[in-house]
């Protein structure tokens, strides 16, 4: 089977378990750095526009590649910066084969300013309630502590300025220093 009509199927898929999430207005095939890609303009219905808190279209782009790179990426924020206001500028789904591809797209969309949500292919689009039910875990799975390498600003040591530079100038003079911690969440109403 060759890449376009693999693409085109995925996107087929997207579009029968996006009924009743999603109306797509348009959609097309876009080659990129020598990459297929199938990609679909989503207008979101009143609940998952208050579900996600978005007001415009969504990019949904379907990828076949077995192992993601970052062109994706790049790719998506091209396409975004194309429609010139049109689509949430901080927001796509992808629907891709990678089975590491998740953490991969999530994390690569964060370092540029976008939020991915990311799907595997097979069950998460096998029905409308699957696909709801992947999209939720996606959007509400996010740890907000959950930061990829060192903490460098203020806002992640959330009230510990001063330990933090005290600490800095201690492992600056070659002290050895160690800090432990206790994640807590708190709900608010």
């Given at each position: ?14 579009t ?25 303009i ?105 930061v ?42």
């Open positions: 089977m060759n890449i376009e009509h693999e693409t085109n199927n995925l996107l087929n898929d997207f029968k378990s996006a009924n009743g999430l999603f109306e797509i207005s348009s959609r097309y095939i876009k080659i990129f750095e020598q990459g297929t890609y199938g990609c679909a989503a207008k979101p219905s009143k609940r998952i526009k208050n579900s996600l808190a978005i007001d415009r279209e969504v990019l949904v782009v379907v990828t076949t590649f077995k192992d993601q790179q970052q062109r994706t990426i790049k790719f998506l924020l091209q396409e975004i910066h194309e429609y010139l206001g049109r689509l949430e500028t901080t927001l796509v789904v992808v629907l891709h084969k990678d089975r590491d591809g998740n953490s991969k797209l999530k994390n690569w969309g964060r370092d540029s300013g976008l939020s991915v949500l990311p799907l595997l292919e097979g069950e998460s689009i096998e029905s409308t309630a699957a696909l709801e039910k992947s999209l939720c875990i996606e959007l509400y799975s996010h740890d907000p502590f959950d990829t390498g060192p903490v460098s600003d203020d806002a992640n040591f959330f009230g510990r300025r001063d330990e933090a530079i005290d600490l800095a100038r201690k492992l600056q003079k070659g002290q050895i220093r160690s800090c432990l911690g206790i994640l807590l969440s708190c709900i608010q109403n």
